[in-house]
């Protein structure tokens, strides 16, 4: 019988110390274990149309608690990239012949069809780690590091960061730093700008192997608590990149400057080197953004609107603006759907080059990378969440995304203007999360 | 937050009040009342009703209506521990000193103090109260949750404000904390620093019974300040600390200690409770 009595312990002591205490009644008690440990895990699937640029990326966050509010976040990525970019060069009426970054071969692109270089396959792995923890009641500073590391490609860098809270709180005033080294080691070596492409066995223009890029972000930021309902963020950052700025993987088409059409080169045997005249592109060596990034969060009845727009503009003359609008919308207490539009618009770099005319001066920089183009992207999509019946949330979320560029007006010669120098870029998100917690 | 020492501990009051002087206030409010239980129940001071009982020799004190209430308690646990739980055991400390070093005890010198200790041997019909010669009653077994109870009680009485008041690791709170709906409780495990669990408390209290800084050690044997008031020694096996939470401090605190009485058996013990409850071993 003593486990039956043991049982009615709890009951006994409860009325014993109502007794003692005078309370006829008492609240009950409400004490939760805080879980120490917090993963965060999602499978993310990007594919881009007409066979570009594919990625599976799988990653892991552990967040590990400790009391007083510290914390230790490790984040793991695995990106497995397959797939094709354009290679800078314009499409052509005749098929053309390119010799591939390794400097082994050669392949050829069909009569009419945007150039790809399709010796785009790598798989990247990411580590961040992070550690977090208060300075007396107001305080708060964060340190971490970042390594990642590609085939041709390795990244190291480290960041801190300072918040502190006046005004009861409402108001949180952070400023962060990092700095990162990044080692570039390019297929092949990193070719000589504006020297041609070569026939295959032929390494003169390639001289180097590894490069070097420093980067220095700075970002000063202030958050205030407007009401319950109302967050507002603004944060003001700079970067400054110095170093190996080209992709050693771009070229620019030569052309003739009253056709528009691609130089003719003759190589010395078929598939031994270039049927046109390419040349790699050039940066500048150093890069210098300043963006301003503005956040307005409105909390209504578990309905949550984030807003923000952000304004980039660098030495390059690349100017941006991006307006990126959710809205979560609660369906139940443990499902809810998250709708996302995104708009972005960019001119393109003062370097920005289509071609280059052959017998023209070379300019100082050129680079014909899409990216560097004058265009504008959407994307549209919508997120899933719901809880498991471990309480887990889980959520799923499906994105489109459209780019759309364009050729800056005087850049098109001849008939260069009836082919689609830019065409649009499509892309499919889909990323499946799991989080649960220890 | 408020700090101040009462009871051998150190004692704070947390409190969201919305000023300096509304802060101050309510922590002399708890600060008083926690000195005046410290005061009249001590068994250190003189003067007091328990030094009263003490020193009575074998006759009859007649006490006040809170000492009654909390005579009426010890006597519930009593019995409810099958004797394990004893108010007059206190005497046991004359011969034990759970300092870390190897005293133990002789066998007699034990002996010669278990005629001392029984709360069955005591006469209580309240009011009044009758020791045999030599014994003694010791309160500090209910006494700090006792008094965080009251404590939160006059807090509540005070006002909306949400105060959590911490007795040495014994902790009650008002209610939750208004900016963060929690209060994070951190039970500390026996490597310093290191968090063994983190709680979220927004009502209620937790009590924690054991000290894994309080042991003798002798021949390869560790005792704990566990004891056992029918045998005089350590009880075995004891967790290294038991932490529970309840409605009340009392009621953790109550359980925890029954725990650490029940030894190897503690966490079975605890299992078959309704409270939720922390418990260490290793040592």
């Not at chain 1, 440990?37 to 400790?66: C, K």
């Not at chain 1, 945007?114 to 396959?121: G, K, N, S």
């Not at chain 1, 970002?219 to 170093?243: F, H």
């Not at chain 2, 005046?36 to 007091?48: P, T």
Request: hydrophobic share 40%; glycine share 8%.
């Amino acid at each position: 019988m003593a486990v039956t009595k043991d049982k009615s312990i709890s009951a006994a002591l409860a009325t014993a110390s109502c007794a003692l205490l005078g309370t006829g009644v008492t609240t009950a008690v409400d004490a939760q274990e805080v879980p120490k440990w917090d993963f965060n895990t999602s499978l993310l699937y990007y594919g881009e149309d007409e066979s570009r640029v594919q990625d599976l990326s799988l990653r892991a966050i552990v967040r590990r608690l400790f009391v007083d509010d510290r914390s230790l976040t490790v984040s793991l990525t695995v990106d497995s990239l397959t797939g094709a970019t354009p290679s800078g060069a314009i499409r052509q009426d005749v098929p053309q012949t390119f010799t591939r970054p390794s400097g082994n071969a050669a392949y050829v692109v069909p009569a009419g069809v945007l150039p790809l270089d399709d010796t785009f396959l790598d798989t990247r792995v990411a580590l961040t780690g992070n550690w977090q923890q208060p300075i007396g009641e107001t305080s708060q500073v964060n340190f971490g590091f970042s390594a990642s590391n590609e085939y041709d490609y390795f990244h190291l860098g480290l960041n801190g960061r300072f918040s502190k809270d006046f005004n009861q709180r409402n108001t949180t005033l952070s400023a962060g730093i990092s700095i990162a080294q990044d080692e570039f080691d390019p297929e092949g070596g990193a070719p000589i700008p504006f020297t041609s492409m070569l026939d295959i066995g032929d390494t003169s223009n390639r001289p180097q192997s590894q490069r070097d890029k420093d980067v220095l972000d700075v970002i000063l930021g202030v958050t205030q608590v407007v009401s319950r309902k109302l967050v507002l963020q603004a944060n003001y950052s700079y970067a400054s990149e110095s170093g190996y700025l080209n992709n050693p993987y771009k070229v620019l088409s030569i052309v003739d400057g009253t056709t528009g059409d691609t130089i003719q080169r003759v190589a010395p045997g078929p598939l031994s080197g270039p049927s046109h005249e390419f040349v790699f592109e050039g940066r500048p060596d150093d890069r210098a953004k300043h963006s301003l990034y503005t956040q307005a969060k409105y909390y209504m009845d578990g309905k949550v609107l984030d807003a923000s727009y952000r304004y980039m503009t660098d030495d390059w003359d690349i100017d941006s603006h991006t307006l990126d609008v959710r809205y979560r919308w609660p369906l139940s207490d443990d499902k809810y759907l998250e709708p996302h539009l995104r708009w972005y618009s960019q001119s393109e770099a003062n370097f920005y080059r289509l071609s280059l005319v052959d017998g023209a001066p070379l300019p100082a920089f050129a680079s014909s990378d899409y990216r560097l183009g004058k265009f504008d992207a959407i994307t549209a999509g919508l997120k899933f969440g719901w809880k498991n019946r471990n309480d887990n949330d889980m959520s799923l979320r499906i994105e489109w995304y459209q780019q759309m560029g364009s050729i800056p007006a005087g850049q098109l010669i001849g008939k260069q203007s009836l082919r689609d120098n830019y065409p649009d870029l499509n892309a499919l998100i889909v990323q499946f999360s799991y989080r649960f917690s220890k | 937050m408020a700090r101040f020492q009462a009871m051998g501990s150190p004692c704070e009051l947390l409190t969201e009040a919305p000023s300096e002087v509304d802060a101050r206030a309510l922590a002399t409010l708890a600060a008083d009342e926690v000195w005046r239980i410290e005061d009249k129940f001590s068994r250190y001071l003189e003067g007091n009703v328990v030094n009263h009982i003490n020193a009575a020799n074998g006759a009859t004190v007649r006490v006040d209506q809170e000492t009654a209430q909390l005579l009426d308690f010890a006597n519930v646990l009593f019995s409810l521990s099958d004797g394990l739980f004893d108010i007059t055991s206190g005497v046991l400390r004359r011969v034990w000193t759970f300092d870390g070093s190897d005293r133990v005890p002789g066998v007699a010198a034990i002996k010669d103090l278990l005629p001392l200790i029984g709360w069955g041997r005591a006469s209580w019909q309240a009011p009044e109260l009758t020791l045999l010669p030599g014994m003694e009653i010791d309160l500090g077994g209910i006494g700090k949750e006792y008094t965080v109870d009251r404590a939160i009680a006059l807090l509540r009485e005070a006002g909306p404000t949400p105060c959590l008041v911490n007795l040495g690791g014994d902790l009650a709170v008002t209610g939750p904390p208004r900016r963060s709906r929690s209060w994070t409780i951190g039970i500390e495990a026996l490597e310093a620093g290191q968090a063994e669990a983190m709680l979220r408390l927004r009502q209620g209290a937790l009590a924690t019974s054991g000290d894994a800084r309080r042991y003798v050690e002798k021949d390869g044997r560790r005792y704990s300040h566990v004891l056992n008031p029918k045998t005089g020694w350590p009880v075995a096996d004891a967790p290294a600390s038991v932490t529970v939470a309840a409605d009340t401090c009392t009621q953790a605190g109550m359980l925890s200690t029954l725990a650490m009485l029940k030894g190897a058996s503690a966490e079975a013990f605890l299992d078959e409770q309704s409270e939720q409850h922390w418990c260490r071993r290793s040592f």
